[in-house]
């Protein structure tokens, strides 16, 4: 188990997504394991480009919305805050209809900096993105 309390339930990070960026797109936290996170977003008005396909900053939204939520549980909060250093994403296929499910997944949890392996599925479980996160930990002033 990587999340700093050991009694973490998904129930428990629900607030994060108010009030921001991830309530305004319609991201919705689906489950958490001993050491991933996931999180899914609707394809629609609020995600798509004008082309009609999910926009690729969406795709990066979700995948940084995990990433970082993803170090914020990690870490004590009362003495870190956490905040995206690096982002990339890799966009492999469209996708115009549905949802789109990410799965963030530790690759580094160090000290100082987080990275994160975040794929992107869409309703048939088909890769569409491939993003990497690196997190910054800082002392809370």
């Known amino acids: 188990m990587i ?3 050991k ?3 998904l129930e428990d990070i629900h607030y994060l997504r108010g009030s921001n960026m991830a309530e305004h797109i ?3 936290f689906t489950e958490l394991g001993p050491d991933f996170l996931k ?3 609707p394809v629609d008005h609020r995600t798509n480009q004008p082309y009609g396909i999910l926009h690729g900053g969406a795709s990066c ?3 940084e919305t995990l990433g970082s939520i993803g170090s914020a549980m990690v870490i004590d909060t009362e003495r870190f805050i956490c905040v995206g250093l690096e982002i990339n994403a890799n966009h492999i296929r469209s996708v115009s209809e549905g949802h789109v499910t990410g799965t963030a997944t530790p690759i580094h949890l160090g000290r100082s900096t987080h990275v994160w392996d975040i794929k992107l599925h869409n309703d048939q479980a088909q890769l569409i993105c491939i993003s990497r996160l690196t997190v910054a930990i800082l002392p809370k002033k």
């Open 3 to 5: 999340w700093f309390k």
């Open 26 to 28: 319609g991201l919705e």
């Open 61 to 63: 939204v979700l995948a």
């Open 7 to 9: 009694d973490l339930k």
């Open 39 to 41: 999180a899914r977003i």
